[in-house]
């Protein structure tokens, strides 16, 4: 797997693979992460909703990929907090 995925991230093909990422419910694992990436996917508890609604939040905010950012030139914006989570499951963060 390390040589497939040349040592790198499967997620953001940037920082070391580390970590052995795996399907909680079925313990099938899926591929090699580095700590922040793995991390992040724990974090939205493996719900593609709510990465999906990470990625919503991030464009209707002024998101720019860093490759298009002239240097020192983005701001912080303050976006919806409203929540796709449903209310019968705790809120983690």
Do not use: K, W
């Not at 093909?13 to 052995?20: F, I, K, Q, S």
């Not at 922040?36 to 990929?65: E, H, K, S, T, W």
């Not at 298009?68 to 499951?89: I, K, M, Q, V």
Request: aromatic residues 8%; contains cysteine.
């Amino acid at each position: 797997m390390i040589a497939d995925h040349e040592g790198l991230c499967a997620i953001c093909r940037e920082a070391p693979a580390e970590h052995v990422d795996h399907d909680h419910e079925t313990g099938r694992v899926r591929g090699l992460l580095c700590f922040d990436c793995n991390g992040a996917l724990g974090q939205f508890r493996d719900r593609r909703d709510l990465m999906l609604a990470a990625i919503g939040y991030l464009d209707a905010n002024g998101f720019v990929p860093i490759a298009d950012r002239p240097a020192f030139g983005f701001s912080l914006f303050h976006g919806d907090s409203t929540s796709p989570r449903p209310d019968s499951e705790p809120r983690i963060a």
